[in-house]
């Protein structure tokens, strides 16, 4: 069982930054960040393979955010820049314990899964 919690989101002008934290108990083998607007399916945002650090990010994210990871710490990271109003969303981490590789985007691939945290971006 992997228990997941997000933080570190807030109110942010577009253009700006933010940077998410998951601190996960429990060894998963892929972990990934998605992201739910009101009205709207959960969707992928990045992806990233524990062991090896392979990585995969959805187009609309490429070239401004990075997913990271802190193995000694269990801990993931998704790095934002250059924010834009369609980037408001609540995100969530997740996680499954196998590894998954090339990592990937559906959801239905993880199984555990964080409360959330929110993201606005305001133009």
């Known amino acids: 069982q992997v228990q997941l919690v997000e933080s570190g989101g807030g109110s942010v002008q577009a253009g700006g930054s933010l940077r998410l934290s998951c601190a996960a108990s429990g060894y998963s083998g892929t972990m990934a960040w998605f992201r739910q607007a009101p009205g709207k399916e959960r969707e992928g945002v990045a992806a990233i393979y524990r062991l090896g650090g392979d990585t995969a990010y959805a187009d609309s994210v490429k070239g401004r955010f990075t997913i990271s990871q802190d193995n000694a710490k269990n801990a993931l990271f998704l790095q934002m820049d250059s924010l834009k109003p369609e980037d408001t969303a609540k995100y969530y981490c997740?996680?499954?314990?196998?590894?998954?590789?090339?990592?990937?985007?559906?959801?239905?691939?993880?199984?555990?899964w964080g409360q959330g945290t929110q993201v606005t971006v305001s133009s």
């Open positions: 997740a996680a499954r314990d196998s590894a998954l590789v090339p990592p990937n985007l559906a959801p239905g691939w993880y199984s555990y």
